[in-house]
């Protein structure tokens, strides 16, 4: 896709791998905003429906692409490289903002010095459409250890804060966005919270934390020691089952 010379208030990266279904609700709420966004969708190489609907955004979307990537963190990364604003964010395109979600973060974010800021969000069940609030709260490096106290979809980043700790792990697959809360509230003046729900995390069944928990508890864990130094217990207890029974097994009966 040609890319656009207008100039742009926030940059908003969208991953996307057969969210067909989604997409569009997602893109919706990125342009209900009163700002102007830069919209950079990066498309996978969707078997689905998606390239229909990309094509039907095509003439308010910066740049989109439709192939194969690295994977998710590669794919924000490189979505990232093209962004010309001061703030920037990524949101998943299953997920979508609340009206005055992007407003508010960054209202927040540009009458400070943060790195990035967060608000709340809300998990909506696909299946009933009912909505639960996500666990989030003010930051703190012990909470932060215990549990990932920001959720993604609710997240405004300074641009030159990305760009001062290398962007996302591509090494990473689940935790990805654990790992980056941890180096940006270690860069200017780290991470603050907005006490305001901001956006919404669409849960169904094909999300990659559903079909992947083991793997998402084995990067967490290592992120935590990584930035913390020690795992806290509760990482162990929370964990799924068959990471207990595995380890178990081989504390005690190999």
Not at 197 to 218: G, S
Request: aromatic share 14%.
């Amino acid at each position: 896709m040609a890319i656009s010379k207008d100039k742009y208030d926030v940059s908003v990266i969208i991953p996307s791998f057969n969210q067909g279904q989604f997409i569009e609700d997602c893109l919706r709420s990125v342009f209900e905003t009163k700002l102007h966004p830069q919209v950079i969708v990066m498309d996978g190489g969707s078997t689905d429906n998606s390239l229909n609907i990309l094509k039907k955004w095509d003439r308010h979307l910066y740049y989109w692409q439709h192939q194969p990537d690295g994977g998710q963190a590669a794919a924000i990364n490189a979505g990232m490289r093209l962004a010309t604003t001061p703030y920037c964010c990524w949101i998943n395109s299953d997920d979508f903002y609340l009206n005055d979600g992007i407003e508010k973060l960054i209202n927040t974010i540009s009458c400070s010095n943060a790195a990035a800021v967060y608000g709340k969000v809300y998990d909506e069940f696909h299946h009933n459409k009912k909505r639960k609030a996500v666990w989030v709260e003010p930051f703190n490096f012990d909470r932060l250890a215990v549990r990932c106290i920001i959720s993604q979809p609710g997240v405004m980043i300074r641009r030159k804060s990305w760009e001062a700790v290398g962007g996302l792990d591509e090494n990473l697959h689940m935790a990805l966005d654990y790992d980056l809360w941890w180096k940006l509230s270690q860069v200017d003046d780290g991470m603050h919270f907005l006490d305001d729900f901001v956006a919404i995390n669409r849960v169904h069944a094909e999300t990659k934390t559903n079909l992947n928990r083991q793997l998402h508890y084995r990067e967490a864990m290592r992120v935590v020691k990584g930035y913390y130094g020690r795992v806290p217990l509760k990482w162990y207890w929370a964990q799924p089952w068959s990471i207990w029974m595995k380890y178990l097994k081989n504390r005690f009966w190999n």
